[in-house]
């Protein structure tokens, strides 16, 4: 495959940006190699500046459900770009798109619209520690809430993949407040609760967990979460910036069926444009400035572009729920016949996966917290990407990350991936 243009322009960026970057996992750094650098991109398909056609498994770490330029959410924006680019005024769209919002996920009675996950995750921590006049808070090792100092303490994606213990920058003060559990540990919980009593004002959780891979909760590990919360006056948060939208129009809340008292959406809510939100309860979400004092703004909140990308595409969700049926029906194909070549392969695997996200880990026991997936053989994943990116599949560069499927993808494009699985893993050619 023809890569020269992307290494040339790799080159340049670096002369400007940060490792040829805006965003660290992109740099292809722990996998090995040079990014690609992308041109454009249409459904399923990639196409790089060098005109190679990749399937997308990565769609913009989410948002890309129902695949990439999808025609609906293309045409709003533009349309609505006419009427300027943004004012920092109210807009009746902002009141529609909550209220749609509100239509479809449970346990929102208000929600406030930022511009990315990481602010969402941040601003509900505050909400959280203003409302119980708590400090601490419980999270989990190898969750990813984004990049606010809070929550760089054993975090996932980039932060795991690059192998970063401790981010300087962080201070200790700060991290000092931020306890952290294993995933799946219930017991763990219950005991820092129990030795932080009345100190505790948050657990933040990813429900389903997609920053070290996709890990799924074990049964009862997030009702235990739920009545712990309760029983001590904690808020449980869940951090759906992943799995909202995603795995059910309600997200994780509807699809496990448990009520969080805050949530927090990015990603798929924002249809590709910088947009995160956070809401919950009336009760907690009161506190919000400017109807309580815990401060929270941004001058491009509630953006015009932004919401009318959200609104369309969350309405075509709300309004053809069969997708959602479609997109787990992709998920256990795709699966399955992962799942058949790699025993044939003889190569130890773990598949996790629930409906649209899913991830292999080249594993001899179950993926089940950050400790399970840190012992993965990484290196074999790394090989396994360059040999699929190679064959025109585009995987997220890091065993520490989830795939995520789109509605655009087709029997022929899953057969493709599952084929040149196959290749990959019996040719030895990695
Ligand atoms: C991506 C992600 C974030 C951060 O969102 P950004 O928009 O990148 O700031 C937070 N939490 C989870 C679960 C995520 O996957």
Request: with cysteine; proline share 4%; glycine share 10%.
């Amino acid at each position: 495959m023809n890569i020269s243009k992307s290494e040339e322009l790799f080159s340049r960026a670096q002369q400007s940006l940060p490792g040829g970057v805006n965003s660290p996992v992109r740099a292809f750094k722990s996998v090995g190699g040079n990014p690609i650098f992308l041109q454009k991109a249409k459904g399923a398909y990639l196409y790089d500046v060098d005109g190679n056609q990749y399937i997308d498994y990565i769609n913009s770490w989410g948002p890309m459900i129902m695949g990439h330029a999808f025609e609906p959410v293309v045409e709003a924006i533009q349309k609505k770009a006419m009427d300027s680019t943004s004012f920092g005024a109210p807009t009746e769209l902002e009141i529609e798109t909550a209220e749609l919002i509100k239509s479809m996920v449970p346990n929102v009675d208000l929600i406030r619209m930022v511009s990315s996950g990481t602010e969402a995750c941040m601003s509900a921590l505050r909400l959280a520690r203003g409302y119980t006049g708590r400090n601490k808070f419980i999270k989990f090792e190898g969750c990813y809430h984004g990049h606010a100092d809070s929550f760089l303490v054993k975090a996932g994606s980039g932060v795991a993949t690059f192998n970063i213990q401790t981010v300087p920058g962080v201070t200790a003060g700060v991290s000092a407040d931020t306890l952290t559990a294993p995933y799946n540990d219930l017991e763990a919980v219950k005991k820092l609760v129990a030795e932080n009593k009345d100190e505790i004002a948050a657990i933040i959780i990813e429900p389903v967990a997609g920053n070290m891979g996709c890990i799924l909760p074990q049964e009862g590990f997030l009702e235990g979460l739920r009545k712990l919360c309760d029983l001590e006056g904690i808020v449980f948060i869940f951090d759906e910036v992943m799995t909202g939208f995603r795995l059910a129009q309600g997200g994780a809340q509807e699809r496990l069926k448990i009520d969080a008292d805050l949530v927090t959406y990015g990603k798929v809510i924002g249809a590709g444009m910088p947009v995160g939100a956070f809401g919950g309860k009336f009760e907690i979400m009161k506190h919000i400035a400017p109807l309580g004092n815990v401060y929270q703004a941004g001058t491009l909140s509630g953006n015009p572009l932004a919401m009318i990308a959200g609104y369309t595409l969350l309405s075509h969700l709300k309004s053809n729920p069969f997708i959602y049926a479609e997109l787990e029906q992709k998920g256990e194909y795709l699966k399955n016949g992962l799942q058949k070549v790699l025993e044939e392969s003889g190569q130890p695997f773990v598949i996790n996966h629930m409906g649209s996200m899913i991830s292999v880990h080249f594993s001899d026991k179950p993926v089940v917290d950050f400790a399970t997936a840190a012992s993965a053989n990484n290196t074999f994943f790394n090989k396994y990407f360059h040999g699929m990116l190679d064959r025109g599949i585009y995987l997220p560069p890091s065993a520490y990350e989830s795939w995520f499927l789109s509605h655009a993808l087709s029997k022929e494009d899953l057969d493709r991936t599952i084929e040149a699985t196959k290749k990959n893993v019996t040719s030895g050619q990695f």
